[in-house]
């Protein structure tokens, strides 16, 4: 059962990137697009536990940044025993697609792709799991 309740206020800048984010994936309106938004966190943070899960972590950066290809292989070291293994595409003369396959308990693997994907220079960057048990 929906519930409408009114009274929420975004700031000018942060109401643009929404409207942004709707047009850009196509939602019908804005509370279509906060409702996603709101229902993709929940289930993120129930990915906060123990089961053992599989997936990956994707992350895009500019090749040219040794010193980011650098802290993602430190990282890595860190994670050996949930990483299945770890590859990249240079996708064209300037930009790096990284995949890493992973397996172990969600809470590591969302803990590993945190570490990854919010090393400064990285363009953008993407946990996907499932369930493996």
């Known amino acids: 059962m929906a519930i409408k309740r009114f009274g929420v206020s975004l700031e000018d ?3 643009e990137e929404l409207d942004a984010y709707v047009n850009e994936n196509g939602f019908a309106n804005r509370s279509q697009a906060i409702r996603f938004l709101i229902e993709k ?3 993120e943070k129930k ?3 123990n089961h053992i899960v599989a997936g990956t972590i994707v992350i895009m950066y500019e090749n040219e940044k040794k010193e980011i290809a650098a ?3 430190s990282i890595e ?3 050996k025993q949930v990483i299945l293994s770890s590859t990249i595409h240079y996708i064209d003369g300037d930009h790096c697609l990284h995949i890493t396959a992973v397996m172990g ?3 590591v693997l969302t803990e590993l792709s945190d570490k990854l994907t919010t090393i400064k220079g990285i363009r953008h960057g993407k946990l996907v799991m499932g369930r493996a048990d």
Do not use: F, S
């Open 13 to 15: 800048d942060l109401l």
């Open 41 to 43: 966190n929940v289930a």
């Open 47 to 49: 990915w906060q536990c």
């Open 71 to 73: 802290r993602i292989t």
């Open 77 to 79: 070291k860190i994670y």
């Open 105 to 107: 308990e969600a809470h």
